[in-house]
């Protein structure tokens, strides 16, 4: 299998990655067009696609955010879905607050090496931003899947506590 991954996103790949969404979440977990669009706006380095055929088959969204919002998603007063534009940096050299929103995988291709060949493209992203003096200072993911749990455990995410909704905050850091 071939695939293909890219950093750079039109309108048209959002409506795949919503589509994605659809597939493997409930209710106002799945993206919203408008929004991903604003937000994309603010951070055009939000995501990391994969492609097998031409087909988006899966990606990541992990994105700077304001100090004040972190702190807010870390105690789960805050929703990714109710993060605004003005929540949103861009990557900035010095240190970064960041938001592990989400990874999704086509779930035809969830027992491939997809996941392999999306985190080496994440990889080498953050590797690229180390590069710039750009530094990940800490990370917060709101994982509502026991798949994302998973994956929070594997990289040594620290349980920090429970959303409203439920779903388990992971704060960690990557050591890429």
């Not at 929540?87 to 970064?96: Q, R, S, W």
């Not at 969830?110 to 060949?117: A, D, G, N, P, Q």
């Not at 909704?165 to 850091?173: G, H």
Request: proline content about 3%.
């Amino acid at each position: 299998m071939e695939f293909k991954t890219y950093n750079k996103v039109t309108p048209k790949i959002v409506s795949e990655l919503i589509n994605l969404d659809a597939d493997n979440f409930l209710g106002n977990d799945v993206g919203n067009f408008d929004t991903c669009i604003n937000w994309l706006k603010v951070c055009p380095e939000m995501y990391t696609i994969i492609k097998h055929e031409k087909k988006t088959i899966g990606y990541i969204n992990f994105l700077p955010i304001t100090k004040q919002c972190f702190e807010q998603v870390k105690l789960g007063r805050k929703k990714d879905y109710e993060i605004l534009p003005a929540d949103i940096l861009n990557f900035k050299v010095g240190d970064n607050y960041c938001l592990f929103m989400s990874l999704v995988i086509d779930k035809k291709y969830r027992f491939s090496k997809v996941l392999i060949y999306l985190f080496k493209t994440f990889k080498k992203k953050i590797n690229n931003l180390n590069k710039k003096g750009i530094i990940i200072k800490s990370v917060v993911a709101d994982c509502v899947t026991p798949e994302g749990e998973k994956l929070a455990y594997h990289f040594n995410g620290k349980y920090v506590g429970k959303t409203l909704s439920n779903s388990k905050i992971f704060e960690f850091k990557f050591n890429l």
